[in-house]
Nanobody, 127 residues
Framework: QLQLVESGGGLVQPGGSLRLSCAAS????????IGWFRQAPGKERQGIAC???????YYSDSVKGRFNISRGNAKNTVYLQMDSLKSEDTGVYYC?????????????????????RGQGTQVTVSS
């Protein structure tokens, strides 16, 4: 079955770190642009990070300097390293993949129509 699966979420104290994984099952992410999104309770979905088909990266202002997106060596996983976490980072994080997406801003603006989208993983930042 072709799908994206997120993992690595959990409960962490403010200032802590987590690494989220977006793993493709049954296919390679090598030819895809990948976006990470965050949905907090009562708030709109926010596109926070992206790695394009050409490996360009983009971060929202809210996470720039704290989060890092990268591809794994096995080409079927994309990671989101999250450092210096804040309470406002709490939410459900999910990834989405678009074939040969070279413009991160466009990928993060889309609401529907991704080639693949995961179900999400919960991140809670609280003391």
């Amino acid at each position: 079955q072709l799908q994206l699966v997120e993992s690595g979420g959990g409960l962490v104290q403010p200032g802590g770190s987590l690494r989220l994984s977006c793993a493709a099952s049954g296919f390679s992410l090598e030819n895809f642009g990948i976006g990470w999104f965050r949905q907090a309770p009562g708030k709109e979905r926010q596109g926070i990070a992206c790695i394009s088909y050409g490996d360009g990266t983009y971060y929202s202002d809210s996470v720039k300097g704290r989060f890092n997106i990268s591809r794994g060596n096995a080409k079927n996983t994309v990671y989101l390293q999250m450092d210096s976490l804040k309470s406002e980072d709490t939410g459900v994080y999910y990834c989405a993949a678009d074939l040969r997406a070279i413009r991160c801003t466009a990928l993060l603006r889309k609401r529907t129509g991704y080639n693949y989208r995961g179900q999400g993983t919960q991140v809670t930042v609280s003391s």
